[in-house]
Nanobody
Framework: QVQLVESGGDSVQAGGSLRLSCVAS????????MAWFRQAPGKEREGVAG????????YYSDSAEGRFTISTDSAKHMIYLQMNNLKSEDSAMYYC?????????????????????????WGQGTQVTVSS
């Protein structure tokens, strides 16, 4: 059974940093498109950052570019989202998402942005609250 479990959410002051973690079960991590999404109350779920589980190129939304970094640790079946210079508008529930995929189809997926409809598996989320 595919499992994605997020952690690392917290309440921080604007300008601060957080690192979110997502551990994935081996059956999905071995070859998958993986991404971080977020959803604030009353808003659509939006893609923030994406990566293929085997590493390589990374993809970011305009709001995340330059402040957030997505990375993988294959030994631990983990993906991370390092978030720096946090703003109040970054407050949201953050979700880890995955879909089984080889590298090239994953790259093609991310040429369309970080589309939530492409992802089949979702974690329960971790809350990030940024106060100004």
């Amino acid at each position: 059974q595919v499992q994605l479990v997020e952690s690392g959410g917290d309440s921080v002051q604007a300008g601060g940093s957080l690192r979110l973690s997502c551990v994935a079960s081996e059956d999905i991590y071995s070859s998958a498109c993986m991404a971080w999404f977020r959803q604030a109350p009353g808003k659509e779920r939006e893609g923030v950052a994406g990566i293929w589980s085997g590493g390589g190129s990374t993809y970011y939304s305009d709001s995340a570019e330059g402040r957030f970094t997505i990375s993988t640790d294959s030994a631990k079946h983990m993906i991370y989202l390092q978030m720096n210079n946090l703003k109040s508008e970054d407050s949201a529930m953050y979700y880890c998402a995955a879909v089984k995929s080889d590298r090239v189809p994953c790259i093609i997926t991310f040429t369309r942005g970080i589309p939530k409809g492409a992802f089949h598996y979702w974690g329960q989320g971790t809350q990030v609250t940024v106060s100004s």
